[in-house]
């Protein structure tokens, strides 16, 4: 068994201003996002200010899609009894298909911009995402947020407030799989221009196998518990689609052209 680290969940404190690490994880995620953005922003034909135009809309994507997937899909019951418990965002509770869903809206408003095809795109945004996915369970971690059920592998970890049994840290598993595995693997596989849906298809596919996966040995949202078979999470039933469309993406991009290198254009 190993020893939780303490942690404050608060980074800096000026006052009654206070940095959390889980704020500055998106920060990370973000500033991620731009610079490896703009190492491969020739491959669309983008300049920097595209580049910086596309990460603002896919944050404001992230955040707001986040928090209002948060309140649809593990919140309603409060969200139904009090609306404004919506914008009580330093309540905390973000969802990543609800992120998802808010950067593949942003990611649509941008492609009609610059004149790009959707799926074009996407295969462009697709490498960036896993940085701030792993920071951002790392912030999790820091929170003491996710815990795990109850295990005796040796790296089992005593969550503060979660009594003495040792629990799998799934937090560190979906930052090693969602953050590091993913992006080694999408950021090798896209190094040279493959077939348009190919790398977000990819994506899809390698993020659902692995959330899918994990919430095996993740402790199930107290809300809601298991809410089919005694065994099927809210996590893994939003994941199941994003791995079939993951392989109905791949299966199509066969029949797709390679992405080509357009010439550099304003944003």
Request: with cysteine; charged share 15%.
């Amino acid at each position: 068994m190993l020893q939780y680290p303490q942690i404050d969940p608060v980074a800096i404190a000026l006052g009654p201003l206070k940095i959390h690490w889980y704020g500055l994880m998106y920060l990370v995620g973000f500033l991620a996002a731009w610079w490896l953005g703009r190492r491969r922003a020739h491959r669309l034909g983008l300049n920097a200010d595209a580049v910086e135009t596309l990460i603002f809309y896919c944050a404001m994507g992230v955040i707001l899609g986040g928090r209002v997937g948060y309140a649809l899909f593990y919140g309603f019951d409060k969200l139904a009894d009090n609306p404004l418990w919506l914008f009580k965002v330093w309540e905390g509770g973000m969802s990543f298909h609800g992120g998802l869903t808010g950067v593949l809206i942003a990611a649509l408003v941008f492609a009609r911009k610059q004149n790009l095809r959707f799926f074009q795109l996407t295969d462009f945004i697709a490498p960036l995402v896993p940085i701030g996915l792993g920071a951002g369970r790392l912030g999790n971690f820091i929170n003491h947020e996710l815990p795990g059920r109850v295990s005796d592998v040796p790296w089992a970890m005593v969550f503060p407030n979660m009594g003495s049994a040792p629990r799998h840290p799934s937090s560190l598993y979906e930052f090693a799989l969602e953050g590091v595995v993913l992006f080694v693997v999408l950021w090798w596989f896209s190094r040279h221009p493959r077939r348009m849906g190919a790398t977000s298809g990819l994506f899809l596919l390698l993020y659902g196998i692995f959330r899918f996966a994990v919430e095996f040995v993740r402790l199930p949202d107290p809300q809601l518990g298991f809410i089919a078979l005694d065994w099927v999470t809210m996590g893994q039933l939003l994941t199941l689609p994003m791995i079939l469309g993951g392989l109905g993406l791949v299966a199509w991009s066969k029949s797709q052209p390679i992405n080509n290198v357009k010439v550099a254009t304003g944003g």
